[in-house]
């Protein structure tokens, strides 16, 4: 069975523009959750989809968003990209909403210029 | 003060020896989770824990939820245990993991 997929691997943008970055989750997962590892700092969660529907998300401004499409992957947006959102952003899906278990991508590491 | 505290935050070992991971957090939860991200980047889930105690392989987990504390476990260490291992919890009532800042282990042969 296919684990959670994530690409780009690498992006790399210069300050201003936009980066997607995408998701799939394992199959017969409808959770899909996104983090932010800046260099440095600890992960924090930007965003859960679930069903289609944005849950919830962290303190990170508007210009970080997303979907989930039908099929359960997802979209990650960042609008305007600053020098500080360069980070590793992972993305992880679950079977069950809640506290169940997480399966991690490997992550897309963006570099903005 | 974070929500999710470990210690230490750096450990170096030889192979072989038992190592002890702490967690602290300061809330109620629901679920702790263990992760282990190697440095590529890439993060694999090693245990999630309500109570009690886990094993698999080498590794073991504890939770005492009255003292607000888990313990990773692990035996007879080797090189390709070095990691950065992540405590996250799931708060009680919340929809989102908190995250400590990781403890990363070096072992060395």
């Known amino acids: 069975e296919a684990g959670v997929t994530q690409s780009p691997t690498h992006l790399i943008k210069t300050r201003g523009q936009q980066a997607t970055l995408r998701c799939s989750p394992i199959s017969g997962h409808t959770s899909v959750y996104w983090y932010q590892q800046a260099l440095g700092l600890g992960l924090q969660f930007l965003l859960w989809y679930d069903e289609g529907e944005e849950r919830n998300r962290g303190n990170f401004p508007p210009r970080f968003s997303g979907r989930q499409f039908p099929n359960y992957s997802s979209e990650l947006n960042v609008n305007a990209l600053e020098l500080e959102d360069s980070a590793l952003y992972l993305c992880a899906s679950s079977l069950h909403r809640g506290s169940g278990t997480q399966y991690f991508g490997p992550g897309t590491r963006l570099l903005v210029l | 003060k974070n929500e999710v505290e470990q210690s230490p935050q750096n450990l170096t070992a030889q192979e072989g020896e038992f190592i002890t991971i702490n967690c602290s957090y300061s809330v109620g939860i629901s679920a702790l989770h263990w992760l282990q991200q190697h440095p590529g980047g890439g993060i694999v889930s090693l245990f999630m824990?309500?109570?009690g105690k886990k094993k698999h392989g080498r590794l073991i987990a504890t939770i005492n939820i009255q003292e607000k504390h888990s313990s990773l476990h692990i035996t007879a260490s080797h090189p390709r245990d070095s990691a950065v291992y992540i405590c996250a919890v799931w708060p009680g009532g919340s929809e989102k993991l908190v995250f400590g800042k990781g403890m990363k282990l070096t072992v060395n042969p």
């Open positions: 824990l309500s109570s």
